[in-house]
């Protein structure tokens, strides 16, 4: 298999050691079917067994190796080097997130964020087993299914101007989630995930530029989703207002 020869422009950053990131070139000999994450296992595996970042499956489906790739939010296990024409691809740590080292980055606020909307099946009561499961009819399955694939990747997050700006903001991920359940027939847990929505920080944070649904390597569409939310919670607004006290 004949090879081609690329030059990797890798950022290298110790917090606390070095005081600027610097970025780092390696050249790597690749064959045709080599992504970008390849790349990266070879170099920490037979050039410099000092740089650092994530990864776990290699199949699109962990959601780890979110980088940026030529600064664009990828999955390195997805981006092909053959993709790319220049022969120089510079690779950094997904953006708007702290790095922990070269190109790893801290995630521990966006799990913060995804824990406040409650991403999991609340229920008032639960049927005994012996009733048997809860269920559903293609077209509930249908309502919320489209927001099921989100793998936590990121990329959305690194996309999103006003996570950018405001890093307060919920994000992309966790409010699609959160109507992901909220369109769950068999979920009961709204008025739960009510107050991280429609804090100032939630879902009217959003101005629908709409790259998070871009980036998503899995079709999820946040931009729709939050719009949902906004559109959703602005009835149950209008609902607590109008409504005599009783039939709320």
């Given at each position: 298999m004949s090879e081609r020869t690329v030059s990797l422009k890798v950022t290298r950053y110790r917090p606390g050691q070095d005081s600027t990131p610097t970025a780092q070139s390696y050249e790597v000999a690749y064959?045709?079917?080599?992504v970008v994450l390849d790349a990266l296992n070879f170099i920490?595996?037979?050039?410099?067994?000092?740089?650092?970042?994530?990864?776990?499956?290699?199949?699109?489906?962990?959601?780890?190796?979110?980088?940026?790739?030529?600064?664009?939010?990828r999955l390195t296990?997805?981006?092909?080097?053959?993709e790319?024409?220049?022969q120089e691809i510079?690779?950094?740590?997904?953006?708007?997130?702290?790095?922990?080292?070269?190109?790893?980055?801290?995630?521990?606020?966006?799990?913060?964020?995804?824990?406040?909307?409650?991403?999991?099946?609340?229920?008032?009561?639960?049927?005994?087993?012996?009733e048997g499961e809860y269920l559903q009819s293609p077209k509930q399955l249908d309502a919320y299914h489209p927001f099921t694939a989100c793998i936590n990747c990121l990329l959305c997050y690194s996309a999103c101007p006003i996570f950018g700006l405001e890093t307060d903001f919920i994000g992309p991920a966790a409010l699609a989630l959160a109507h992901r359940?909220?369109?769950d027939s068999r979920d009961q847990g709204s008025a739960a995930r009510w107050n991280a929505i429609n804090d100032h920080n939630g879902a009217w944070q959003c101005t629908f530029v709409g790259e998070c649904?871009?980036?998503?390597p899995k079709s999820v569409d946040p931009a729709?989703?939050?719009?949902?939310?906004?559109?959703?919670t602005a009835k149950q607004w209008v609902r607590s207002v109008l409504l005599p006290w009783g039939q709320k």
């Open positions: 064959p045709d079917d080599w920490k595996d037979h050039v410099d067994g000092t740089l650092s970042f994530r990864w776990s499956c290699r199949m699109g489906v962990c959601g780890s190796c979110g980088m940026m790739v030529n600064g664009e939010p296990c997805s981006a092909f080097l053959r790319f024409d220049s510079r690779i950094e740590p997904l953006a708007h997130f702290p790095v922990i080292r070269d190109l790893v980055i801290d995630m521990s606020g966006f799990l913060d964020k995804l824990k406040s909307v409650s991403p999991w099946i609340i229920r008032d009561t639960e049927k005994d087993p012996s359940y909220n369109e649904s871009v980036v998503c729709a989703a939050i719009q949902r939310l906004k559109v959703d």
